[in-house]
């Protein structure tokens, strides 16, 4: 009963491989964003036509030997060398690398493919330094409100989620390249101890940094909250970035596709129970909670990313990528 499953992973690895051999995994985009911000189930519109191969998660620090003595958004700068992750990067971005875990996608069916897709929730503050290292990638960042992704890690306490956010001050070049004006604040926080607010707090940071470091032209920020209203349009406008003139900008994903839940969807999420995605945290999070959010946001310039109906403001973007 074991030796059927086992020959199927073999030969699954065998087509990646043949892949990776034939130089199929040319085009590589690299999806990024805070856990439970909707980047399983954006990589599923994004590969709507199984053009990709998926690549989960290769870059959580937990789960993959090759990341031993990493922390969760692990920072590096610019040109910082680091033999050992640039030759395990380099086998992600080429496709070379192969995991039962990191290829367990559905997508991963096929036997021919067009690029590769790689999705991260824990790369955010490692993304400049690997876009440096590999400039043919093409980052995409998933923004999804705060308070929605803070409320979700909530119910998934039981989850792999950074909790503390002293634990992020404690990276020396991180807090010196970014976060020693933020250090009272992320003290207080750490010592208010509420949940929410510390996951506000860590999407603050994580968001923060690459905002500050890409340049508005070298990355494609993308919010959830756009795409679950207008998923082809705003798809299409992700895959102009990756393709530019190569690609249409017009596509039809299927409503099938778009309301297909994500793998990691639970019988609590927005999809399943019917509740709005965008707007059903007002509802479930106390009033001086969000409000103390908002002054954490407020310091780090995103007070007017959202606006009353939880609906994204581009233009608040501008005020950050601005003042790199």
């Known amino acids: 009963m074991y030796i059927k499953p086992k020959l199927k992973s073999l030969a699954r690895t065998?087509?990646?491989?043949?892949?990776?051999?034939?130089?199929?995994y040319s085009e590589v985009i690299w999806l990024i964003g805070d856990g439970r911000s909707g980047t399983t189930w954006i990589s599923s519109l994004i590969n709507h036509d199984k053009r990709y191969r998926e690549m989960f998660e290769p870059?959580?620090?937990?789960?993959?030997n090759q990341l031993d003595g990493f922390v969760p958004h692990q920072y590096f700068r610019q040109h910082e060398s680091h033999d050992r992750l640039t030759a395990f990067a380099t086998d992600i971005f080429n496709g070379k690398f192969t995991n039962a875990r990191v290829d367990a996608g559905i997508s991963n069916r096929s036997f021919l493919y067009q690029g590769l897709l790689v999705k991260d929730i824990f790369a955010n503050c490692l993304s400049y330094w690997a876009a440096s290292q590999f400039p043919t990638i093409k980052p995409?960042?998933?923004?999804?409100?705060?308070?929605?992704?803070?409320?979700?890690k909530y119910k998934k306490k039981h989850w792999f989620w950074v909790t503390e956010p002293l634990e992020l001050l404690a990276q020396p070049a991180l807090k010196e390249d970014f976060l020693l004006p933020f250090e009272d604040v992320i003290k207080s926080?750490?010592?208010?101890?509420?949940?929410?607010?510390?996951?506000?707090?860590?999407?603050?940071?994580?968001?923060?940094?690459?905002?500050?470091?890409?340049?508005?032209?070298?990355?494609?920020v993308c919010f959830y909250e756009n795409i679950y209203t207008q998923?082809?349009?705003?798809?299409?406008?992700?895959?102009?970035?990756?393709?530019?003139?190569?690609?249409?900008?017009?596509?039809?994903?299927?409503?099938?596709?778009?309301?297909?839940p994500s793998r990691v969807a639970g019988p609590q999420s927005n999809l399943l129970s019917g509740t709005s995605p965008i707007s059903s945290w007002q509802n479930e999070i106390d009033p001086q909670v969000i409000d103390r959010g908002l002054e954490i946001l407020c310091n780090f310039g995103f007070e007017s990313l959202y606006d009353e109906l939880s609906m994204p403001n581009l233009k608040a973007l501008t005020k950050i990528h601005d003042s790199a």
């Open 231 to 260: 998923p082809s349009q705003e798809i299409a406008k992700l895959l102009q970035f990756v393709r530019g003139n190569r690609q249409s900008s017009l596509i039809d994903i299927s409503k099938e596709v778009v309301e297909f």
């Open 14 to 24: 065998a087509v990646l491989k043949a892949n990776y051999a034939f130089n199929n």
């Open 140 to 152: 995409v960042l998933l923004i999804r409100n705060p308070f929605s992704v803070a409320l979700s």
């Open 189 to 220: 926080v750490s010592r208010e101890n509420n949940y929410i607010l510390k996951q506000v707090l860590i999407w603050s940071i994580i968001n923060y940094v690459p905002l500050r470091q890409f340049a508005p032209d070298s990355i494609h």
């Open 59 to 64: 870059f959580h620090p937990e789960l993959l």
